[in-house]
């Protein structure tokens, strides 16, 4: 399994990014694994990456290759969030594989995420979860190599 350049956790429960975290860090997905309280923190740190608008030493902002999204935040919620991410640079959002991660099985919620091109997990994130997602997304090309 290939390692992502970064991964961004967005749910507003400081107990569930810490769980999410600790999972990917024990998988070893990515050295880089941020985490935001609401959709508002997180497309402000998405704009800014996406405009190029930060200092590229400062190890705090990556381009991420993955986001897990909840859906009921304050602030600015998930859907919300989505939104204002489907306005930012297309070939900046392809790089990107968007997940909700919630606990809502609403029928209402799962066919907007199809509608932001966004995969639709329920809680809690698992190493299945997360194996489905690399498999479908992130498979390492074959070596061409003789």
């Not at 991964?7 to 860090?25: G, P, Y």
């Not at 969030?81 to 799962?110: A, G, K, N």
């Amino acid at each position: 399994m290939r390692k992502l350049s970064g991964i961004l956790l967005i749910d507003d429960d400081d107990t569930t990014n810490f769980l999410n975290q600790r999972l990917l860090e024990r998988m070893q997905v990515s050295d880089q694994i941020r985490t935001f309280v609401n959709g508002k923190q997180a497309f402000d740190y998405l704009y800014n990456v996406s405009n190029h608008n930060y200092d590229v030493s400062n190890a705090n902002y990556f381009e991420p290759e993955l986001i897990f999204l909840d859906i009921n935040m304050p602030v600015m919620d998930g859907f919300e969030m989505l939104e204002l991410y489907e306005r930012l640079d297309e070939s900046f959002r392809s790089r990107i594989v968007m997940t909700v991660l919630t606990t809502s099985t609403h029928p209402h919620d799962t066919a907007s995420s199809t509608n932001y091109a966004a995969e639709y997990l329920t809680k809690p994130l698992t190493v299945e979860k997360v194996n489905m997602l690399f498999d479908k997304y992130f498979k390492e090309e074959p070596s061409t190599e003789e």
